[in-house]
């Protein structure tokens, strides 16, 4: 027993691990590794093997062709070196960055929506109570001037009495009595009488209890709150009316598509179950994006006479461009990576670099470059998933997310 204890510290000061811990001192002469530069070779691996990494040149243990150096830059970058034999193997080609007219169709998801001009509240400026209605439940088209009910008001009846009075005032020939008929006839007048009433009233020298009251524009009801018995207030909403003649589309566009898009610029509209598409214009672009989606609205007005378009319909609103010498790569050297859009640039060399992008419209298989590319560099157009794979492999899967399906196409087509 004595004789392990004695053993026990020898053994602890010769255990690997321990030196491990402490730092075993350096041998004599020899320096300590210096920290790689951006032209150091991080490994050696295998094109067509790149999951292959050695610390020296050697050959593929799978297929014995010659280990290839990574730089420490190329793995810091995501580049990656394809010769020339590898391209053809793998049908990876290369396309020129240039410049080109395209005729592109934008189509935007919209709604059909309320003109927010011709939406009417019926309101009163007096108090009083319902005496009888002549529109009963919301949905009923009415027309301008029609009957929706009659009031009875205190306050309508007093003074149309103080106009009766004033009226035989003027033709009894009293000093003034112009000027008081006058006067109550106004007071009437604001507080929603018409002069047809009002002159029917002074031709009949009898009060009028239960006034109706008049739609004001032609349209819809949209809302009721009128009951009768009930009293009512000033400033109290008892209908809502919307004139549905003309009609608003609000569109969704990506914050991209914005620039291409102005007021007073023609679209046409079409909706499910209406056969023609209508002309529309733009009048509004609205000065918010929507952070979730990064889509801003805009809106168009058109007539709807016939009241064939109703509010809260599916659409779509569709806008001929006529974009002219853009910067424009083949759609099919396009990555999409979650919320990122990256080609592979020839960096010469047999290097093939990601490189973010800014896109704008898409029309006859091209895409416009809004930023991130000179015109004449060389992109990959076919084969550009493998070499993103390829990439990925050599940073240890993290380079930037994986590829992914191409969204929808929300733009031109």
């Not at 079409?270 to 598409?277: E, K, L, S």
């Not at 509010?311 to 919320?339: C, F, H, K, N």
């Not at 809004?370 to 993290?398: C, F, I, M, P």
Request: include cysteine.
């Amino acid at each position: 027993m004595r004789r392990a204890l004695l053993l026990l510290p020898f053994l602890v000061a010769c255990d690997p691990r321990t030196l491990l811990d402490r730092g075993a001192p350096p041998e004599p002469g020899r320096a300590e590794p210096a920290a790689k530069g951006p032209n150091d070779v991080a490994y050696y691996t295998c094109p067509m093997h790149p999951s292959i990494r050695q610390p020296g040149p050697g050959s593929c243990p799978i297929c014995g062709m010659t280990l290839t150096p990574v730089l420490t830059s190329e793995l810091q970058s995501g580049a990656v070196q394809v010769d020339a034999e590898r391209r053809k193997r793998f049908g990876i080609a290369t396309e020129p960055v240039g410049r080109r007219s395209m005729g592109a169709t934008l189509e935007l998801p919209a709604v059909v929506a309320w003109d927010q001009s011709r939406l009417v509240d019926v309101t009163l400026k007096v108090s009083g109570w319902i005496a009888s209605e002549s529109v009963g439940a919301p949905g009923v088209h009415v027309h301008a001037g029609q009957t929706l009910f009659a009031l009875y008001s205190p306050e309508l009846v007093a003074a149309q009495d103080d106009l009766l009075r004033a009226t035989g005032s003027v033709q009894a020939g009293e000093p003034r009595a112009a000027e008081r008929a006058s006067a109550a006839r106004l007071r009437l007048t604001r507080w929603g009488m018409t002069d047809g009433q009002l002159d029917a009233v002074v031709r009949s020298g009898t009060v009028l209890e239960n006034v109706p009251v008049l739609a004001p524009i032609s349209g819809f009801v949209l809302e009721k709150t009128a009951l009768v018995g009930a009293m009512v207030s000033p400033g109290q909403t008892l209908y809502r009316i919307g004139d549905t003649s003309r009609v608003w589309l609000e569109a969704s566009v990506p914050e991209a598509q914005l620039p291409l898009l102005s007021p007073s610029q023609k679209v046409l509209v079409h909706v499910p179950g209406v056969d023609v598409p209508r002309p529309a214009t733009i009048t509004l672009t609205y000065p918010t994006v929507d952070p979730t989606t990064r889509t801003a609205r805009v809106r168009a007005e058109l007539q709807n006479s016939d009241g064939a378009l109703r509010p809260d319909q599916w659409a779509t609103l569709e806008v001929e461009l006529g974009v002219a010498d853009r910067l424009v790569v083949p759609e099919s050297a396009v990555i999409y990576t979650g919320p990122r859009r990256m080609v592979f640039v020839d960096g010469g060399g047999d290097r093939l670099e990601p490189r973010d992008i800014t896109l704008g419209v898409k029309a006859d298989g091209y895409v416009e470059v809004l930023g991130g590319l000179q015109e004449g560099e060389q992109v990959v157009t076919a084969g550009n998933y493998l070499v993103a794979a390829d990439s990925r492999l050599k940073r240890g899967g993290e380079a930037a997310p994986a590829p992914t399906a191409a969204p929808p196409p929300a733009g031109p087509r």
